[in-house]
């Protein structure tokens, strides 16, 4: 299991290569990527183009939150290794945000503990994002569909 | 006791932290939230939407209704945003 919230870009094929690596009971590795996109969605329309995403979190808060979240997804399904990166700060279109990668002998676990583990970072995690937009800066807001996805794992 | 503001909070408040002492009867973040509406117009307006924030104490979310004695830290902030 790791966690780290950072400034600084990541690898994603040094970082999924270094994963479980040694370990022979990995069968699996499935991995999220989230980008910044150049375009602002609301209620699933786009509207304004965006240039810059600034993201802001909670130092010290942030870091126990996703160990949460992480040891959440540890207890739900068998992983051999865990790793969650999320940057914080100014990023352009196309920059990389955040990564999720989930080892494990299986691919069914693979897959669903990286579903949740992305799902739950988005309701769950303290970080707030204000674009830059063609109409001036704005926060991006709570989306509906996310805490039905954050539901969707509920017990 | 320190109290944090977060994203738009943050800049309706107009700082991002500051040390207060509440009077003994301030038992709840729901009555620190209306005794920090009381001191300025600032707060009042960054409070006014109650829908839309949410809290935490000592760095675990709290509810309107968790009591503060004994918090170091109380932040506030809107709905997480993160991924």
Redesign the interface.
Known sequence: MSVRVQREDFDVGAELAALGAGNRRVGAITSFVGLVRDLHVREGYHRESVSALTLEHYPGMTETAIEEIEAEANARWPLEASLIIHRYGRLEPGDRIVLVAVASPHREAAFEACHFLIDWLKTKAPFWKVEDTSKGEQWVGAHEADDLATKKWER | MKV?Y???LRQKVGKSEEDVTPPANVATVQDLVAWLSSQSARHADAFSEAKVFGA?ID???ATFATPISGASEV?F???????
């Open positions: 944090k977060f994203a738009w935490a760095k675990k979310v932040a902030f809107p709905p997480f945003t993160g991924g």
